[in-house]
């Protein structure tokens, strides 16, 4: 999957206006498991970790700001429709290459700049993947633009 990201076409840089059905059942699922009490809204602290489990780097500021413009009758939550809009707002606005490396870095453990067969099988075993060093040679092979074994991220 991240290898078949590191080929997307780097001259695509308008920015999409509709999130995907993927991404919107990820927004939904995400909100109804911290919606522990079923009453539609969540609070403060479930804001932040529904924020963060949807990868969102957001700090305390982020999270009041947030319940802040959207908290209009004093509840201290934020209904799912608000955090529908909120998140959406967000997704659209990630920046797709800032993204990619992100993800690169979550492979590259060692900073390398590359992905090697023992990143790549680390990050498969890690998600649980059961693949042979052969099926991974095989992903490599297919983004080694120098033919050293190695996939290497392009610099920005």
Known sequence: LMLALLSVDKTKKKKRR???????????????L???????????????????ALGFDVKKADVLKI??????????????????EVVTDWILDRDPLEEILKAFK???DDDSGKISLRNL???ARELGENM???????MIEEFDKDG???ST???I
């Open 18 to 32: 509709e999130l995907t059905e993927e991404q919107k059942q990820e927004i939904k699922d995400t909100f109804e």
């Open 34 to 52: 911290f919606d522990t009490d079923k009453d539609r809204a969540i609070n403060y602290h479930q804001l932040k970790v529904a924020m963060r």
């Open 67 to 84: 319940l802040k413009d959207y908290d209009r009758e004093s509840t201290g939550k934020i209904t799912f429709e608000d955090f529908n």
């Open 106 to 108: 979550l492979f590259d």
């Open 121 to 123: 099988r680390r990050v």
């Open 132 to 138: 042979s060093d052969e099926e991974l040679r095989g």
């Open 148 to 150: 050293d074994g190695e």
């Open 153 to 155: 991220c392009w610099k």
